[in-house]
């Protein structure tokens, strides 16, 4: 059994592990896949850190003389495979914590759509299911900011498993 485990990044995506943990208790042996896919536009290359000066440049005798400009330090490209270590630098963490003793392969995949990108490595792997968190959020706030879970939901030809907020103790 393949057991893929969807994570944003976000606090409430962890509220899968407890379940997915107990999955993983009901059926010894079955393989634990991590997953987080990050959105090529979100990432930014780093500056070298000069900063600019406040004033638009001195004045010496007549000579204006321009403030340094910050350079750009890292390209977009090294600046995603930045990201991508250290996202699959955490996430080989994180199974390592929460799922003592077992083996989890972890992925990290770029998409400006994740529900397809979840779906995609379900299908790949034939994923028994894929277990997930969702934000809980309803009306007006679920209207605009949507939601990867239901989209995974409606796409994906295999079992879901969705954990919502998880109530304080």
Same mark, same amino acid.
């Given at each position: 059994?393949?057991?893929?485990?969807?994570? &944003?990044?976000?606090? /409430?995506?962890?509220?899968?592990?407890?379940?997915? $943990? $107990?999955?993983?208790?009901?059926?010894?042996?079955?393989?634990?896949?991590?997953?987080?896919?990050?959105? #090529?536009?979100?990432?930014?290359?780093?500056? &070298?850190?000069? +900063?600019?000066?406040?004033?638009?440049?001195?004045?010496?005798? /007549?000579?204006?003389? #321009?403030?340094?400009?910050?350079?750009?330090?890292?390209? %977009?490209?090294?600046?995603?495979?930045?990201?991508? /270590?250290?996202?699959?630098?955490?996430?080989?963490?994180?199974?390592?914590?929460?799922? #003592?003793?077992?083996? *989890? /392969?972890? %992925? *990290?995949?770029?998409? &400006? +759509? #994740?529900?397809? =990108?979840? *779906?995609?490595?379900?299908? =790949?792997?034939?994923? &028994?299911?894929?277990?997930?968190?969702? %934000?809980? $959020?309803?009306?007006?706030? %679920?209207?605009?900011?949507?939601?990867?879970?239901?989209?995974?939901? $409606?796409?994906?030809?295999?079992?879901?498993?969705? *954990?919502?907020?998880?109530?304080?103790?």
């Amino acid at each position: 059994m393949k057991v893929l485990v969807a994570l &944003d990044g976000g606090e /409430t995506s962890s509220n899968v592990f407890p379940t997915a $943990r $107990r999955v993983r208790e009901l059926i010894p042996g079955a393989e634990v896949h991590l997953l987080t896919v990050l959105k #090529p536009g979100k990432v930014k290359g780093s500056f &070298d850190g000069r +900063s600019v000066p406040s004033a638009v440049g001195t004045t010496e005798g /007549t000579l204006s003389v #321009p403030p340094p400009l910050p350079l750009q330090a890292e390209t %977009h490209e090294a600046a995603m495979q930045r990201k991508e /270590t250290e996202v699959r630098e955490s996430l080989e963490a994180l199974g390592g914590k929460e799922f #003592p003793g077992v083996a *989890v /392969t972890v %992925h *990290v995949k770029w998409s &400006d +759509s #994740p529900a397809e =990108a979840v *779906v995609g490595l379900g299908e =790949a792997l034939n994923a &028994d299911l894929i277990a997930t968190a969702t %934000h809980g $959020r309803k009306g007006l706030a %679920h209207a605009f900011a949507g939601s990867v879970t239901d989209e995974v939901v $409606r796409k994906a030809n295999r079992p879901i498993l969705v *954990v919502g907020q998880l109530a304080a103790g």
